[in-house]
T-cell receptor, first 114, second 112 residues
């Protein structure tokens, strides 16, 4: 079946540095990719929707300059957390939608900012 | 390796015809099982979190139950507006970091 690869699985970084998370659809072309954030004991919060070749659509309250999303190809989207701070520590997960409108999820990235 | 299997892949019901969706899972160190509803063109909408076997939660026409191997989402007297894809996900703690594994969903269509 379709697989979405997300990496890294976990990352620890110093405050002020930037972190890039990759989301790849391995055996299908993803017309749309979604990025989510999950706080402890809470459900996924949609951060942004990205379509290949166009700018991402951010949900209300999500800082565009903080969370940079690039969807340069039909198989790759990246989320860059710029100038990360401890409050950005969270679990980030991506999903990719194929041409049949079916959704596949990555396994998530746990980010810890010291 | 954590696995989540949802069945059926698609389900068509008449309005008022109750049914259940299944989510079978294999995971080490279950931290929680989530049910989501997704409408076309939108991100998943959170429905329930279940943490331990025997736990049940209800919301309007939906009721989620959990055992050590599977979870059911029961839909009682569904209405056309219940038509959506229902996703199940399990959260585990693997090797010191958390991980989420989603099923591929059950597409529900409720016919008036």
């Amino acid at each position: 079946g379709a697989v979405v690869s997300q990496h890294p699985s976990w990352v620890i970084c110093k405050s002020g540095t930037s972190v890039k998370i990759e989301c790849r659809s391995l055996d299908f072309q993803a017309t749309t990719m979604f990025w989510y954030r999950q706080f402890p004991k809470q459900s996924l919060m949609l951060m942004a929707t990205s379509n290949e070749g166009s700018k991402a659509t951010y949900e209300q309250g999500v800082e565009k300059d903080k969370f940079l999303i690039n969807h340069a190809s039909l198989t790759l989207s990246t989320l860059t957390v710029t100038s990360a701070h401890p409050e950005d520590s969270s679990f980030y997960i991506c999903s990719a939608r194929d041409r049949r409108e079916k959704l596949f999820f990555g396994s998530g990235t746990q980010l810890s900012v010291l | 390796e954590d696995q989540v299997t949802q069945s059926p892949e698609a389900l068509r019901l008449q309005e008022g015809e109750s049914s259940s969706l299944n989510c079978s899972y294999t995971v080490s160190g279950l931290r929680g099982l989530f049910w989501y509803r997704q409408d076309p063109g939108k991100g998943p909408e959170f429905l329930f979190t279940l943490y331990s076997a025997g736990e049940e939660k209800e919301k309007e026409r939906l009721k989620a139950t959990l055992t050590k191997k599977e979870s059911f989402l029961h839909i009682t007297a569904p209405k056309p507006e219940d038509s959506a894809t229902y996703l199940c996900a399990v959260q585990s703690n693997s090797g010191g970091y958390q991980k989420v594994t989603f099923g591929t969903g059950t597409k529900l269509q409720v016919i008036p």
